[in-house]
């Protein structure tokens, strides 16, 4: 491929494209604009490639980038990469890290990612695979592609020089020119990409691997040149061969050609989530079916590596999970050397012609020279646009005093006052006003606050300016012209008020605008004094603003220290890049030139990004003796120099690097000066400084004659400095850090070094500490902050004997570091920057050099990458924010982000919590473009970062969790009840009241014989109304139409269906009357209904096979249903989802016959089958319980005892017929007690949900049965109607007992917010009651509630009663009441009044044993309507015997229980019921069978779900299952898919912090897709199974490392 060098290429044709580069390199343009105007550039000097097609100058065409041999690349060797934390060293460190890891061959699963959400991110993943067959002749198109990068990589070839000068490898054209895919636009690529079939399921490719000759990821080519080798990576597999292929995807060879197929039907929604992981194979090349499971099995596999601290063994008690607390480690090194001394800087000396006050020097060279050059400006072409002179600056600032002191406000109330705050607000291209307004301020005695212009009225830390400025009490903002127009108006033309800002007058400085002073007005000029000078801002760590008062003698012994320090004479000139607004860029460019009547020729930061060599042309043209620069400028310098014959810097005798307190501008300075050497740059004229906005100038390197003095150096150990600890490295060299020296400490100055945490105790002498200086030049305080203020700047360091240092306070610097030999200062971070993980310090500076080490340039932006620490579970916890770039894979970054976790961990021995990509250009910025770390910290934490990238490994960093409990050694039951008995704690068991007397109805042993009594009776009493979807009443039986056609049923089923007594009959019939019809004709009848729910006719597949799994384990003889279902169970779409040959006859009672049957079936025997009740438990079983007669009557009577129901009541229920309490409500209440049932649908309430409360309005009924699913939709559907439905004349007041029916623990938000929404419409917040049943006793509890007078005439029961528990003795199966609001409380709500004739006791489900009040146990019940046992558990009929006829291993061994299945406790209450006895209190927790147990502690997942749906405002659902003792999290994600990678590392919080538990997987789907059955109870074990089988179409799935 042609070559920059090589081409003929005029030298403006080279500058644009090193400008092109650095812009990319910064990510001022895009990858796409990037390419485009660079072929634009060079398009007329490219020969045409043989046999290429001209016609496809983007597409084919690899890009002209410099190859790595060029010697035009080894002279700026330290190409695109943030120069800031550029090390040559560090580099090689960092892929030998790398190198070694590889042996361990991991396997990190790669996050599967929906189509769509790909397609948004990175479309370069989904390159048609076809193109690259990889072998030899496809390399033509492309010209000479001997090893060299292709596009996809933009600029950056220097990782490859850097990488080849450390592997020393040659490249292999085979590899490279297999690459033929270059990085066209995305949008090309899309196009290319639709044209071609295969766009839908590239995921199913057939691919197998065959011999070593080259290798090709799926989906796009070779990516990454081989000089790197596969030593970089981690093995995907354990296979022989040493492949160059990201995690988790099989390697295949070049020579197969790769098939695609096209599945039938895929619509763009199921299209298969993620190429090269849909086939996976195992080492000896098995394919390995399911996805999803392979790379759940990789991640247990992963997750078996024993993690670094082995957790220590301690005995936890049972209550108290203690956290690990991390033991310091025994052979950490511990500072060893003798305490250290302070150190002094040299005299001040004191100059005679030095002035008293900076506004005296101003008046002097005003005055004396008024036509010396004080300010030289320049416009965005390097042309000098303004030179202010030193008259001009006198004459200007006096202009401005005056007008600030006497033209703001009236005579008698001027605004501002002197000792007044003024905002300065001026861009960074204006200094000369700037200064000017700043000199008018000083003569005025006004406190100057120079602030950033602000942009947006949004702006990230605008708003925080915004706090500052109030606090300091500024009303006036000075401004330019420029600037004054550019700020965002209103409509009627006046700026708005910022978001948190005061409100401003907004004052323009220019002259022209300013009346003249009169002839006898002079400002006052005093020596200077302690009175505030000016104030300085600064962001701290949390992105709060504080302002830094600065007094007037801190300002003069300041410029008098630096002028000595520096050796600043008169007239010098000085070039100036950095911000002249704050820091060294004021100190140096504004105050400090002026005493000394300097010239500064500033270069404004938009200049810079035109042109990054300016400053090296201004050096030049104007020989100055000083220039001021960041490492960055730098950096940029190196990056664009080119044959510039006439550079020369032989005129410097001092270059002052700003940022030299970051320890990573080493490697800036020495780059820089390898370059610029040979062009008159002397080693001894970098000078680095350090600074702090509270210390100002900290120390900084004197320009020395002396060339033979090398400045100094060291090579710390990073595991050394992690302890805090200095400790020379010789021998790792992986992990070290290189410092240089930042000179000596400043003239006049004192210094030491203090420990950072607690008491100012002084360091030892090889020990890391806060430097902390005492001196008459730093700040004095927080502005209006005295508590700040007396820990930063009023410190008094303490000897070891605690006797302080001096009697002069000291101010603290912020800044990390120690004082070497010879005095010599060195920083090794920044306080903002410390991060403390486990007790180790870390500093975000040094994780960012590390990360930028691995081949950053191909797929971050090296200048925005943010590193903060987040805390989570007690611990700081290391998180990675960078932008990635447009044109890089998912497989890419993803290999690229496991690579860096690799380096982090090999070098700092740290692990990295959290590394997220975001899309480029998205994160927040500062004003002067970095990023913005406070912000960004926060959007992360509030879940709106937004990544298009998440890797967490909380796995591998959480090590700080309780230790896993050990379960106790069998303690026998008989001991626990004498434990219990010694203890004071009564055994836990309750019983509901005696049945009582028998009434007339209560005769009677069957409900066929009730039915025919109440027909004889009350014929014309109606028993049941059925209410359509409008309100009306659709249909109604009194007691003798029922009678009447269940005869005519019991007669066909004789005659039709020829059956037998005892025969099963599988009614299948919507919710309605003819289901009772058809169940009292089967009672008559003499056989045995069970209620089947209908097959939905929109989802036949799905629902369909249910029923005919319940007809056919129910091993039913027929089927009863309505002729619409009859057709629909024989129709099409039947016949698709199910044999329809093999269902029993079908009759349909539509059409009956009009006779009676000879007579009705009295059964022989009570204790005969009645019917048979079917249900899908919540983990997806499908289990029948029998009914005898008798257990039938008794259950009716318990609930008209519980419910006092009689003839004249009416009662709503809005259940669904087919199981459990609902179906006996529905078809059995009623002609047992004779009160009239009002039926409503709940399906109709999709329709219309407020038919069930405006039923319950219109009848004026007082008592009402409903499921949660109703009471859901009533609370989402009808939450903003209340008040049209109050004005529809709605009243619930009335109801005095509205009762969920439920098999869980009830769900206490949902029944408050129901309460609280529709109290306005009546109802009595104490009226909302749940009932438990379950499958073995199908009503335990019932609360029915008395009301106000209603309590005086009934029974009363007590109100249900909300207990807290804490959640974590909870796990340990204890139960322990906690305060309300107190951290881990669960709130609980009793599960409503345990029925009459039912006895409760709670038992050890493992040992069998009663247990006492405090523990949680198995509730296991004793009743007269217990079901007799299952008829048959589909797959596993082993469990019957014990469920229903089990004995207490200990104490009360007769009595035969059933086992409910379900974990609760009982409480005693101080409440007693009517006659007088305490009521207890049943407490339902969850199913034991989806009771989780995880780490030797038992978890609930509707507990862990809680949580979870509270992090963000977007998670609407969740469910949590495990796998493999791996917590998965499924969330349903009501929002845009970008929102999607959010969820990920909140969740992961959630569950740390609040559970304990570590999750592993977490899964993003879109609403509905966690199944949910007709109680509304949450199918967890179905959504498993579809996960399992990839069935979800998940937006997101993340493996947690």
Not at 432 to 440: E, N, Q
Request: glycine share 8%; charged share 20%; with cysteine.
């Amino acid at each position: 491929m042609a070559d920059r060098d090589t081409l003929p290429l005029p030298l403006e044709v080279r500058a644009r494209l090193a400008e092109l580069e650095l812009e990319l390199s910064e990510g001022d343009i895009t990858q796409k604009g990037y390419e485009k105007k660079r072929s634009k550039l060079i398009g007329a000097y490219l020969p045409q490639p043989p046999g290429g097609d001209p016609s496809l100058p983007q597409e084919r065409r690899t890009p002209v980038t410099p190859s790595s041999s060029s010697r035009y690349h080894r002279r700026r060797s330290s190409g695109s990469r943030d120069e800031r934390y550029r090390s040559d060293v560090h580099t090689e460190a960092v892929q030998a890290a790398l190198a070694k890891h590889k042996e361990r061959k991991m396997a990190v699963p790669m996050p599967s990612k929906r189509r769509s959400l790909v397609v948004q991110t990175s479309m370069d993943a989904y390159t048609p695979p076809d193109t690259s067959s990889g072998s030899e002749g496809e390399g033509s198109g492309q010209g000479d592609s001997q090893g060299t990068p292709t596009s996809s990589q933009g600029s950056i070839n220097m990782e490859h020089w850097i990488s080849r000068a450390i592997h020393g490898s040659t490249t292999s054209s085979t590899t490279s020119s297999s690459s033929t895919q270059s990085g066209g636009s995305g949008a090309a690529r899309l196009t290319d990409l639709t044209a071609q079939t295969h766009i839908g399921p590239i995921a199913h490719l057939s691919l197998k691997r065959k011999s070593k000759t080259g290798t090709v990821e799926n989906g796009n080519s070779l990516r990454r040149s081989c000089e790197f080798g596969s030593e970089l990576t981690w093995q995907p597999l354990e296979t022989e061969e040493n492949h160059c292929a990201p995690p988790d995807v099989t390697t295949y060879t070049s020579e197969h050609s790769i098939q695609v197929e096209r599945p039938q039907g895929s619509t763009s929604r199921s299209v298969p989530k993620y190429g090269n992981a849909e086939l996976m194979e195992t080492g000896d090349g098995v394919p390995v079916s399911s996805r999803v499971s392979a790379k759940i099995q990789q991640l247990v596999n992963t997750l078996k590596r024993p993690k670094r601290p082995p957790l220590r063994e301690f005995f936890v008690d049972d209550f108290e999970e203690l956290l690990e607390v991390l033991q310091p480690d025994p052979n950490q090194p511990k500072p060893e050397g003798a305490q250290m001394l302070p150190m002094r800087g040299e005299q001040l000396g004191v100059v005679t012609n030095w002035p008293p006050s900076l506004e005296a020097a101003l008046q002097r060279w005003g005055t004396i020279s008024p036509k010396a050059p004080c300010l030289t400006t320049m416009d965005t072409n390097g042309k000098p646009l303004y030179i202010l002179t030193y008259g001009k600056l006198w004459t200007r600032s006096m202009k401005v005093a005056y007008n600030i002191l006497h033209k703001l406000g009236s005579k008698q109330e001027p605004m501002v006052r002197p000792g007044d705050r003024v905002a300065l607000v001026f861009p960074n291209n204006d200094p000369a006003a700037f200064m000017v307004a700043f000199y008018g301020c000083l003569l005025a005695e006004v406190v100057p606050v120079p602030i950033e212009v602000p942009l947006t009225r949004k702006d990230a830390g605008s708003q925080q300016i915004g706090f500052l400025l109030g606090s300091c009490g500024v009303t006036v903002a000075l401004t330019s012209d420029a600037c004054h127009k550019g700020l965002p108006k209103s409509q009627t033309g006046e700026i708005p008020q910022f978001k948190g800002w005061p409100k401003l007058l907004w004052f323009v400085t220019e002259s022209k605008h300013l009346s003249k002073p009169p002839r006898d007005w002079f400002p006052h000029i005093k020596d200077a004094n302690n009175d505030t000078a000016y104030i300085e801002y600064k962001t701290c760590k949390d992105g709060s603003v504080l302002g830094v008062t600065v007094t007037r003698t801190a300002l003069l012994t300041h410029c008098q220290a630096l002028t000595q320090a520096c050796g600043y004479t008169e007239a010098e000139t000085i070039v100036n890049v950095l911000d002249f607004k704050k820091d060294v860029g004021l100190w140096h460019g504004i105050l400090t030139s002026v005493m000394n009547m300097m010239h500064v020729i500033s270069i404004p930061y938009s200049l810079m990004k035109v042109n990054p060599l300016s400053w090296i042309q201004k050096v030049c043209q104007y020989k100055a003796k000083v220039s001021c620069v960041k490492s960055r400028d730098m950096h940029w310098a190196l990056v664009a120099h080119r044959d510039q014959r006439d550079v020369n810097l032989s005129s410097l005798r001092m270059l002052i690097v700003a940022d030299g307190s970051n320890p990573w501008s080493i490697s800036s300075c020495d780059a820089f000066l390898n370059v610029f050497q040979s062009k008159g740059l002397r080693p001894e004229v970098i000078c680095p400084c350090a600074s702090s906005p509270e210390a100002l100038t900290v120390a900084i390197r004197k320009p020395t004659d002396d060339s033979n003095q090398p400045p100094g150096r060291g090579v710390l150990s990073m595991q050394g400095l992690s302890y805090g600890v200095i400790r020379v490295d010789s021998e790792e060299k992986l992990s070290v850090l290189t410092v240089q020296d930042v000179g000596t400490v400043m003239p006049g100055g004192l210094m030491c070094v203090v420990k950072p945490d607690g008491v100012p105790q002084i360091c030892r002498t090889d020990e890391i500490g806060e430097l902390c200086v005492c001196s008459i030049a730093t700040g004095t305080s927080y502005y209006g902050l005295s508590g700040m203020t007396k820990n930063t700047f009023e410190v008094f360091p303490m000897c070891s004997s605690g006797a302080p240092v001096s009697e002069y306070p000291f101010a603290r610097t912020g800044l990390l570091g120690f004082i070497g030999p010879g005095g010599l200062v060195f920083i090794a971070g920044k306080m903002d920057g410390l991060m403390v993980v486990s007790g180790r310090r870390h500093n975000a500076d040094d994780i960012v050099a590390t990360a930028l080490a691995v081949e950053p340039m191909k797929f971050v932006y090296r200048g925005r990458i943010a590193v903060f620490s987040i805390s989570v579970l007690h611990d700081e916890r290391v998180v990675i924010v960078a932008e990635q770039r447009p044109d890089s894979t998912e497989e890419d970054s993803f290999q690229w982000m496991s690579r860096v976790l690799q380096a982090i961990d090999s070098i700092h021995q740290v692990g990295v919590y959290c590394l997220a990509l975001v899309p480029a250009n998205t994160l927040p910025k500062t004003p002067l473009g970095g990023i913005h770390l406070s912000e960004t910290k926060q959007l992360f934490l509030e879940g709106s970062l937004h990544p298009c990238n998440v890797l967490m490994c909380p796995h591998t960093c959480v090590t700080n969790l309780p230790k896993p409990r050990q379960k106790q050694p069998e303690i026998g039951p008989a001991s626990v009840m004498v434990g219990n008995l010694v203890s004071g704690k009564r055994i836990a068991q309750a019983s509901g009241r005696d049945l009582g007397q028998i009434e007339d109805n209560d005769q009677f042993l069957f409900l066929s014989e009730v039915l025919q009594w109440r027909a004889q009776t009350t014929p014309d009493h109606t028993l049941y109304t059925l209410l359509s979807s409008r309100g009306t009443i659709a249909s109604s039986l009194t007691c003798l139409q029922l009678h009447k056609r269940a005869e005519k049923i019991a007669a066909m089923l004789g005659e039709r269906g020829h059956l037998q007594d005892g025969d099963h009959v599988a009614l299948v019939y919507p919710p309605g009357i003819d289901l009772i019809a058809a169940f009292y004709g089967c009672l008559y009848a003499g056989c045995v209904p069970i209620t089947v729910r209908p097959p939905h006719p929109q989802n036949i597949a799905t629902t369909l096979p249910t029923v005919k799994m319940i007809v056919e384990v129910s091993r039913s003889a027929c089927i009863m249903t309505s002729q619409v279902i009859c057709k629909l169970l024989r129709s099409k779409e039947a016949s698709a989802a199910v044999d329809v040959r093999t269902w029993p006859p079908v009759l349909d009672t539509d059409d009956l016959p009009k006779k009676r049957p000879p007579q009705v079936y009295k059964p022989s025997d009570p204790d005969t089958l009645a019917y048979l009740d079917f249900s899908v438990s919540t983990t997806g079983m499908l289990a029948g319980v029998k009914m005898s007669h008798t257990a039938t009557s008794a259950f009716c009577r318990s609930i008209k005892l519980q419910c006092e129901l009689y003839p004249s009541r009416e009662v709503a229920i809005c259940l669904d017929p087919y199981c459990g309490l609902g179906f006996v409500l529905w078809c059995l209440c009623s002609v047992y007690s004779g009160h009239q049932s009002i039926l409503i649908p709940p399906s109709e309430l999709e329709i219309n949900p407020a038919l069930w409360l405006l039923a319950v309005s219109q009848y004026k009924v007082r008592d009402t049965f409903c499921s949660y699913s109703v009471m859901e939709l009533c609370t989402k559907g009808l939450g903003l109607q209340t008040e049209s439905l109050k004005s529809r004349g709605l009243d619930l007041s009335r109801v005095r007992t509205c009762v969920v029916v439920a098999e869980e623990r009830p769900r206490i938000s949902l029944t408050q917010s129901f309460s609280k929404l529709f109290k306005d419409l009546g109802l009595h917040p104490r009226a909302v009651s749940t009932s438990f049943g379950c499958r073995v006793n199908l009503a335990i509890c019932l609360q029915p509630h008395r009301l106000g007078k209603l309590a005086e005439q009934g029974t009363s029961g007590p109100d249900p009663t909300t207990v807290f528990v804490d959640m974590r003795a909870l796990r340990h199966d204890r139960v322990r009441l906690v305060e309300r609001g107190s951290p881990h409380s669960l709130p609980l709500m009793e599960s409503g009044k345990i029925l009459p004739g039912v006895r409760i006791i709670i038992a050890n489900p493992e040992t069998k044993g009663p247990l006492g009040d405090s523990h949680l146990g198995e509730i296991w019940v004793h009743s007269a309507h217990n079901s007799s046992g299952y008829f048959t558990i589909y797959g596993e009929e082993s469990l019957q015997s014990d469920h229903f006829n089990s004995h207490l291993s200990f104490g009360d061994t007769q009595t035969i229980w059933a086992r409910t299945g379900y974990l609760g406790f009982l409480r005693r209450t101080d409440l007693t019921d009517a006659s007088g006895e305490r009521h207890d209190a049943l407490y339902v927790v969850g199913a034991l069978d989806e009771a989780m147990e995880l780490r030797g502690m038992r978890y609930h997942p509707i507990d862990i779900e809680t949580s979870v749906i509270r992090t963000h405002k977007s998670i609407t659902e969740c469910a949590v299952f495990t796998w493999t003792n791996l917590l998965v999290v499924v969330v349903e994600l009501d929002g845009s898919e970008q929102e999607a990678l959010d969820l990920v590392p909140l969740v992961t919080n959630v569950v740390l912090e609040e559970h304990y538990l570590i999750v592993g997987v977490v899964v993003v789907v879109d609403i509905g897709v966690i199944p949910i059955n007709s109680r509304g109870e949450k199918q967890r074990m179905h959504l498993r199974d579809g996960f399992l089988a990839d069935q979800l179409d998940p937006i997101y799935v993340a493996y947690n490392m």
